[in-house]
Structures are given as C-alpha cells and as structure tokens.
T-cell receptor, first 113, second 117 residues
C-alpha cells in the first residue's frame, strides 16, 4: 500500500536549471495537489488538479508548471529554478467531492543555489 | 485576512498533561471541513482528525479530540495524556465546500509542541 509517492526525495539545483518532481498515487483519487512548505509559513498550494487532463492555479503558482496526463500521476515542473524556490514540496491526493483527509507524500527537499 | 490562524508558535508541556492547540478560521462558506495534521521531525504529514461544519458532535480519534465552537469559528485540538512522541509541529487546515472542496486545503502556520519528561 504505497499511497502517495514523491520522486526524488532530495535535490540540489543550480539557479536557472530545470527539473520535474513526480507524484504518483495508487488510490484512484481524482484530486491531486502540490504544496510548498517554507519555515514559518505553513503549507501553501501551488497548483492542483481535479482530474486527468485538468490543472488549476493555487495560491503561489508563479515559476511552476504542472501536468496530469495520467490519473495517477501529477508532475510539477520548474523551468528555470530560482533560490526563492528552495523549499520542501509536498504532493497530496483526495477522493473527489468528499471532505475527507488528504493523503500526503513524504516530501521533496529542494535547494536552489 | 488569514483563513486559518494558529496563535501559538510554540508550546512546552509536561508529559502526561493534556494539551490544547488553538485554531481559529475564517470562511463565509456554510459547508467546510477542518483538519489537524501532525508533522514530526522526520517531515511527513500525518492526518489526525477531521470535523465537518455540519457535524453535531465534536470529533474524537483516540487521544485526540476537536473542540469545535462554530459560533466562535474555533477548532482547537485537544491531546489527552500527552506523550514524548507527541512532540511535533501541528497544523490546522480548512477545506471550503464549494465544488466539493476541490481547490485544496488552507493551512495555518503551525504550532511547535514540545513534550517534556
């Protein structure tokens, strides 16, 4: 029972480099989310998806792109990384139309130097 | 205005004492859900308890209970008989009900709880 799996767990990027974070869930959830966590800020929503082929902007979308080509996967891309994107990134998923818990991945610690 | 406010950045509590972590929220949506998550030093987010806006009774899960006061818009987490393993960051979060709450959770800034022996 894997739940939500994020790849990679750690990454160091140089300013201007690009990368993609992968989130995979095996619970057949419709909704998927990307959050970032910064010290003293709690978690903030970057982008989300309510189903395969759909994406939408959250609270802090600038500098990120996402894709949901398959229901089980939600990709977060950084086209040109900046030091301000140093953060811990969490993916989460939930069932549709239900006020139930969100299942979180283990997080990805990204450092941009 | 912040949607979720946690006014206690840090708390120190003696082992075996009860703990109350404060959370107030702001929404005009009549349908919403309130959540508490625990984040230990290892970093994962652990779901603790959920309270729906229409639930008549306060939610309980083992040693965790949610003191839901709708008129005051507060959703405090109560941990009974605290243990050393309860030391962690605790986040209050809200999902607003329009559209089934598809647009994610709004989190507070968290409370760092330290249980002392």
């Amino acid at each position: 029972n894997a739940g939500v799996t994020q790849t990679p767990k750690f990454r160091v990027l140089k300013t201007g480099q690009s990368m993609t974070l992968l989130c995979a869930q095996d619970m057949n959830h419709e909704y998927m989310y990307w959050y970032r966590q910064d010290p003293g800020m709690g978690l903030r929503l970057i982008h989300y998806s309510v189903g395969e082929g759909t994406t939408a902007k959250g609270e802090v979308p600038d500098g990120y792109n996402v894709s949901r080509l398959k229901k089980q996967n939600f990709l977060l891309g950084l086209e040109s990384a900046a030091p301000s994107q140093t953060s811990v990134y969490f993916c989460a998923s939930t069932k549709s139309f239900s006020n139930t818990e969100a299942f979180f991945g283990q997080g990805t610690r990204l450092t941009v130097v | 205005a912040q949607k979720i406010t946690q006014t206690q950045p840090g708390m120190f509590v003696q082992e075996k004492e009860a703990v109350t972590l404060d959370c107030t929220y702001d929404t005009s949506d009549p349908s919403y859900g309130l959540f508490w998550y625990k984040q230990p030093s290892s970093g994962e987010m652990i779901f603790l308890i959920y309270q729906g806006s229409y639930d008549q009774q306060n939610a309980t899960e083992g040693r965790y209970s949610l003191n839901f006061q709708k008129a005051r818009k507060s959703a405090n987490l109560v941990i009974s008989a605290s243990q050393l393993g309860d030391s962690a960051m605790y986040f209050c979060a809200m999902r607003e009900g329009v559209g089934g709450g598809a647009d994610g959770l709004t989190f507070g800034k968290g409370t760092h709880l330290i249980i002392q022996p």
